[in-house]
């Protein structure tokens, strides 16, 4: 299973902290801007314990997510994630990476 899969596998699981292990402990980033498509503005992160505290919150609402289609690479993938009825089609990509781990992950809108 890749990190692609982890991510979303933990994201199914409602599993916040696993979903934040997905990132290295230094410098981690989660750049967001398919959030507007749910709160209507794009989110940055920096640092694991934003990307936590981001991830507690969403788990809560219990989302659902599918891969859609991944890369050859493994690098990026299309996902639609479901989330208090409404359906985000999302394309994540690791944007730089470390120890197996993201350090910059990027997830866009589809549409």
Sequence with gaps: MNMLEKYVDRMNAGDAKGIADCWVDEGAVFDDEAAKLLVGAP?????????????????????????????????SMAYNIEIVGHVLECRGTIEEEQDGKFKVYSCRPRV
């Design 43 to 75: 989110a940055y992160l920096e640092g694991k314990d934003a990307i936590l505290a981001t991830f507690t919150q969403m788990c809560a609402a219990a989302p659902k997510a599918t891969i859609i289609e991944m890369a050859e690479d493994g690098k």
